[in-house]
């Protein structure tokens, strides 16, 4: 294909001799981090049960050359946001907590950062510190920022720094005993609150990408995997686990916004029922190496799948 005077202006930029859609994308972040003015390069500012930190390389291999605008209805912790670095974005997520240290980054980073530095690293504290939601008087008179530093301390200092609550919504992963874990990571916060500016952030369910997609935007789904097997279930990311049917009725998202003409990538596990269920969009098998199952033979690297509609 013969690259257009844009592509071809970036190739001679970057030295490139011909048409390398990575090369082009990677040239396109890099503006717009400049755009941005971002000093260092943002990360998760939260682990994250499934993150994509460890698969951007083979993502990358598939993202589309060019889109409007951003949309990822499952942010997680974001890390093919701040991959991307989009100058236009919307973040979505149904995790209330989540969505307000979002917010909060967003809008009051110098009281997060405060709060985040009086924590510490003690068995002691950090039960203490996890008990507040099991009062919910107590844990409403939580302030915005109270509540995102609390949710990234647990994060940080629990075990495996995983997030996940029960059926009444209470976060229940043990301590973590970790010499100095880094719940304050300030260079990295304030970078994410950079990249953040003029981001729309809504809590809500993924549907509701519906009411703002339009043709030619970008979206991206990293829902909670079908489970591969009886022991590799987790999606307690919220009270209300993600069961076949909720698969179902995203799928059905997915369709409404392929019919839109709208830019589609969803990952999921590499299972039966879900190449079922999309076998006539583009599946792309990536790996991963996964530790979060009671089986051993679960965990290590394992197949995922990329599904694409361009």
Known sequence: MRANKFQRNIFNYLGEDNDNDVSLRNFIRRKNKKVKKIVGVPHPFIKWAGGKKQLLEQINKYLPKNFNKYLEPFIGGGALFFYLLPNKAILIDNNEELINCY??????????INSLKKHKNEKDYFYKIRSIDRNLVEFKKLSDVERASRMIYLNRSCFNGLYRVNSKGEFNVPFGKYENPKFCDKENLL????????????????KECLELAEKDDFIYFDPPYQPISATANFTSYTKENFNKEDQVRLFKVYEEL??????????????????????????????????????ASGRGQIKEVLIINY
């Open 191 to 206: 970078a994410v609150n950079t990249v953040l500016k003029d981001i729309q952030i809504i809590n809500g369910d993924f």
């Open 258 to 295: 392929d019919n839109r003409g709208c830019k589609v990538m969803l990952s999921n596990s590499y299972n039966e029922f879900i190449l079922d269920l999309y076998k006539k969009y583009d599946l792309k098998t990536v790996h991963a190496k996964r530790a979060i199952n009671s089986d």
């Open 103 to 112: 917010r909060v980054i967003q809008n009051k980073i110098g009281e997060l």
